[in-house]
């Protein structure tokens, strides 16, 4: 069974504490992204990679960076956690290398519900 | 720049009904791909269904079909004799074609209950 894998469901925080969301999934998938999810804003790209240690801001990176060492595993740090961060954070992948084509679904984590205090 | 809306925040139905979701979407781009998922409770977004703008027919996945209206710009979900655990909430989403490692747009989501 393919799978996208996030290291919690729950996780609460203090503000200024650095925070590290980690994903991994097994399908060989060649993109991996990260989004924020909050009530009436629907889900929001924070960033994304196409590659080893490739990354690309989304739409609302501020705040966040991440790493991506290996294929397989795509992190999301939030270097100084502040209380506006406090959200779903969900981790999805998707394969093509370069996704030119539009039928690419994407395969999502199970989300990580960020408290920070 | 791409936009998905999604006008009803939350929908009841009967359990047996047929319901439909609806969704609009805005795009200059000629070639883009619609999509629409489900989230349970438990978090996990699930594709449902795809429609690509050139598809002539509309698509149909089991219970799942998509009212492609591409003249209105409307991709309207419809699921066929609700049952108890499609209540969740779903998120219509798009694609265009030129958007590097297959970057999507969502909407705000709908939540769905269905009633016994």
């Known amino acids: 069974d393919v799978k996208v894998t996030q290291s919690s469901r729950y996780l609460v925080k203090r503000t200024g504490e650095k925070v590290f969301l980690e994903c991994v999934q097994d399908m060989d998938h060649e993109n991996m992204f990260w989004y924020r999810q909050d009530p009436g804003l629907g889900l929001r790209l924070i960033y994304f990679?196409?590659?080893?240690?490739?990354?690309e801001k989304g739409d609302i990176p501020e705040g966040y960076s991440v790493s991506r060492e290996k294929k397989e595993r795509f992190s999301l740090i939030l270097e100084s956690a502040s209380t506006n961060q406090t959200s779903m954070y969900l981790c999805?992948?998707?394969?093509?290398?370069?996704?030119?084509?539009?039928?690419?679904?994407?395969?999502f984590g199970s989300g990580t519900q960020l408290s920070v205090l | 720049a791409q936009k998905i809306t999604q006008t009803q925040p939350g929908m009841f139905v009967q359990e047996k009904e047929a319901v439909t979701l609806d969704c609009t979407y805005d795009?200059?781009?000629?070639?883009?791909?619609l999509f629409w998922y489900k989230q349970p409770s438990s978090g996990e977004m699930i594709f449902l269904i795809y429609?690509?703008?050139?598809?002539?027919q509309n698509a149909t996945e089991g219970r799942y079909s998509l009212n492609f209206q591409k003249a209105r710009k409307s991709a309207n979900l419809v699921i066929s004799a609700s049952q108890l655990g499609d209540s969740a909430m779903y998120f219509c989403a798009m694609r265009v074609h030129n958007t590097n490692a297959g970057k999507s747009t969502f909407g705000d989501g709908t939540t769905l209950t269905v009633k016994p």
């Open positions: 990679s196409y590659d080893v240690k490739m990354k």
């Open positions: 795009t200059s781009d000629p070639s883009y791909g």
């Open positions: 999805a992948s998707s394969s093509h290398k370069i996704a030119r084509t539009t039928n690419e679904k994407l395969f």
């Open positions: 429609q690509g703008s050139y598809d002539q």
